[in-house]
Nanobody
């Protein structure tokens, strides 16, 4: 079993940047892909993007494409979400997740393990 811990959330003004981290421990050798999702108050959890653990291939949701970048440090078992040009609508709790096998990685159901989430608030 893998354990995931997010960090780096906080309050930022619109147009600013934040970098979230997700540190994985435990059965990290079984991870195929790491994803980021977010959930705003009263809304469904939304796909942000994912990165495959071995090749580093990435895919992003339309709402963040061109502004957010996912990267990984395999030696540290850590995935990062660099968020630039933040907007008030990016305000949400951000979750990282780990998938142990290939699947529909845009969907929550593809992921086996989840972090506890970190709050990102963007003020206008």
């Amino acid at each position: 079993q893998a354990q995931l811990v997010e960090s780096g959330g906080g309050l930022v003004q619109a147009g600013g940047s934040l970098r979230l981290s997700c540190a994985a421990s435990g059965r990290t050798f079984s991870v195929y892909s790491m994803g980021w999702f977010r959930q705003a108050l009263g809304k469904e959890r939304e796909f942000v993007g994912f990165i495959t653990w071995s090749s580093g291939s990435t895919l992003y949701g339309d709402s963040v494409k061109g502004r957010f970048t996912i990267s990984r440090d395999n030696a540290k078992n850590t995935v990062y979400l660099q968020m630039n040009n933040l907007k008030p609508e990016d305000t949400a709790v951000y979750y990282c997740a780990a998938a142990s096998k290939m699947g529909l990685l845009l969907l929550r159901s593809a992921y086996d393990y989840w972090g506890q989430g970190t709050q990102v608030t963007v003020s206008s």
